[in-house]
Structure formats: C-alpha cells, structure tokens
C-alpha cells in the first residue's frame, strides 16, 4: 500500500515544522500528534484484514514520527521492518514498513529544485521474499506548487533517477520484479494535460519511438507485457488502467480527480514465476469514512476542532508469491 499520510508531524520541535504543526508557535501537542496517528491507523487497518503487509508512506516528519506511528497506532500488526531515511531541510521525509524482511535499504539523490530548495531522495528497499528479492522504490516528487510547466524539471529529474537505477536492476537481471510508488504529483495523462507542449516525467508509453527521447521520464504502459514502444525506455505497467475512469483518482484538485499517486510494475511481476501481480487487484481505497460530503479526499484539518485524514487516498494491490 501507497500512502501520502499529509504531513505526519511529532510533537517535537525541530525547527523545519510547518507553522500549524510546530509545538513551540502553534496549537499542535502530544494530543494532537496522538489523535491523528490513531486515525492513520484506522485507515492502515481498514485498507485490508490484517493490514497490507508493505506500507509505503510520504510526508511523515522525521523518525520519531514513524516510530509512534507503528508502536502506538499500528502495535501487533507485526511490522517488524521500516525505515526512515531523513534529509537535512526537509520538513517530512518518505519511509517504508514491511512485515517482510528488509535486506537492503539505499536512497538515490535528486538535485535542488532552482539550486536552493531541496528535493526528496528515492528510497529503495530489497524485501525479501522466500528468498526471492522484490525492488521497492518509494517517490515523492516535486509538486506543482510554483506551476506545472515551471516544476516539471525537477520531476523529470526524479524520473530520471528512477529510471537510470531500475535500467540497472534489469541489465543484470531482466525478469527482476521491481515495483516503484508513491505520490509522483503527475497523473497517468499528464503529457495530455499539458497539451503535448512539453515532454513530462510520467510519458505514455504509446508516445515511445516517436518524439520523445529515451532518456525522458518513465513510460507509463496501458498493458502487461509485451510492453510496446522502444525498448531503449524505461516502460512500467501502471494499474490505473485497469479501472473504470470514474474510479480513477487518488486525490482532487479544483473538484476533478487526480491519479498522482502510483503503483508502477516491472515485466518481471508478470511472468508466472516469483512475484506475481494479481491482474485487477489495483484500486484506491474509498472507504466512506475517508470521503467528505463532496465524495472527495477527507483532509486532516489541523485547525479548529482537528480531524480527517489526508488529502490523498491510501492505493493498494496484490502480489502473490509462486516457486
């Protein structure tokens, strides 16, 4: 499961915390850090019987954070595993939490935004499954904030770190299954979105081949394997297309959905050996409790009376395992 958790801070004052959820300037306190990991909780249990056995979170604060998160909120659903990997300037930081035994844990830099502004790094996880090895990368790229067309460097740049490592994984290992998620602030039609003005990191793999370099972004395929286009490109599968469009969406912006967060899969997962997709087990948990009167992402509030959840939808899938 991929979860941008929306900013998940402690109640520990570091200096780097949004003004809201500062301990020393606002109204945020144990309390208040407590009530919303209890109700991130509820979510992680809810989102399937037991929990999903691999959470894949952006925007939690530090370490410390995490820690209350699996401790307090999510004791005795057994995740044994989990890291945290903190970048100085930061206000919150990618992480990941496994039941399954974490053998390897790297981050992959990504340069300053406008050579200031700091970027997340991509952390990669080598999860051990009955001896088999599943890549996992976790993402949370630049948002659109400063505007679409003036960010997309910065998400390119993810991109193409992404990219550059997973072809590295595949030149030695061509049926590796690698899976690579989270809130990639780009939709499975954003090259569409941007009226083909501009090349952006998320590319239709259909667009292979044609005008578009393969040294741009990842290319998103609509299809299992045999994945078309050059083979030149990094294409991942991308599970949004198996869903119905009015089921596509993982947050809302100006009241329209919006697939930015993502579960994107290798040939590897399937090839009926190791990891294996379940075709059709993708989907966005729209459970009613997450949703607002509108039918949208109920948000955390973090003033007045504090409540919600994010402004994202938890998105989930199964792999099975096979000899």
């Given amino acids: 499961?991929?979860?941008?958790?929306?900013?998940?801070f402690d109640d520990v004052r570091d200096g780097t915390e949004y003004r809201e959820f500062d301990p020393g300037k606002g109204k945020w306190t144990r309390e208040s850090f407590l009530l919303r990991v209890q109700a991130l909780s509820e979510v992680v249990r809810k989102s399937t019987p037991g929990g999903p056995d691999i959470l894949l979170l952006q925007e939690v604060e530090n370490g410390n954070a995490l820690r209350v998160l699996l401790e307090k909120g999510m004791r005795g659903l057994g995740y044994a595993w989990h890291a945290l990997v903190p970048k100085k300037g930061l206000a919150t930081n990618i992480a990941i939490a496994s039941r399954l035994p974490i053998?390897?844990?790297?981050?992959h830099a990504v340069?300053?935004?406008?050579?200031?502004?700091?970027?997340?790094d991509i952390l990669e996880a080598q999860v051990e499954v009955s001896g088999h090895v599943l890549y996992i990368f976790n993402n949370h790229w630049k948002s659109k904030t400063e505007g679409g067309r003036a960010t997309e460097p910065s998400r390119r740049e993810s991109a193409s770190v992404l990219a550059r490592r997973i072809e590295e994984i595949l030149a030695h290992d061509p049926a590796a299954d690698i899976v690579a998620a989270g809130d990639m602030n780009e939709s499975i039609d954003e090259y569409a979105r941007a009226g083909r003005r501009y090349f952006t990191a998320l590319m239709p793999a259909a667009e292979n081949g044609r005008e578009t370099p393969a040294t741009i972004g990842i290319h998103l395929s609509s299809q299992p394997?045999?994945?078309?286009?050059?083979?030149?490109?990094?294409?991942?599968?991308?599970?949004w297309f198996e869903l119905e469009e009015a089921m596509q969406?993982?947050?809302?912006?100006?009241?329209?959905?919006?697939?930015?967060?993502?579960?994107l899969l290798s040939a590897g997962l399937f090839d009926r050996q190791g990891l294996i997709y379940r075709r059709a087990?993708?989907?966005?948990?729209?459970?009613?409790?997450?949703?607002?009167?509108?039918?949208?992402?109920?948000?955390?509030?973090?003033?007045?009376?504090?409540?919600?959840?994010?402004?994202?939808?938890?998105?989930?899938?199964?792999?099975?395992f096979r000899n």
Wanted: glycine share 10%; net charge positive.
């Fill in 225 to 239: 394997p045999p994945f078309a286009g050059s083979a030149a490109c990094c294409v991942l599968f991308d599970p």
């Fill in 111 to 120: 340069g300053p935004w406008k050579n200031d502004a700091t970027m997340r």
């Fill in 281 to 320: 087990s993708f989907s966005a948990l729209r459970l009613p409790f997450l949703l607002d009167e509108r039918g949208r992402p109920r948000r955390w509030a973090a003033r007045g009376g504090m409540g919600g959840f994010s402004d994202h939808l938890p998105i989930l899938l199964t792999l099975d």
């Fill in 103 to 107: 053998a390897r844990i790297r981050t």
């Fill in 249 to 263: 969406g993982s947050s809302a912006w100006q009241g329209d959905w919006l697939t930015v967060d993502h579960i």
């Fill in 1 to 8: 499961m991929s979860y941008n958790v929306e900013n998940l």
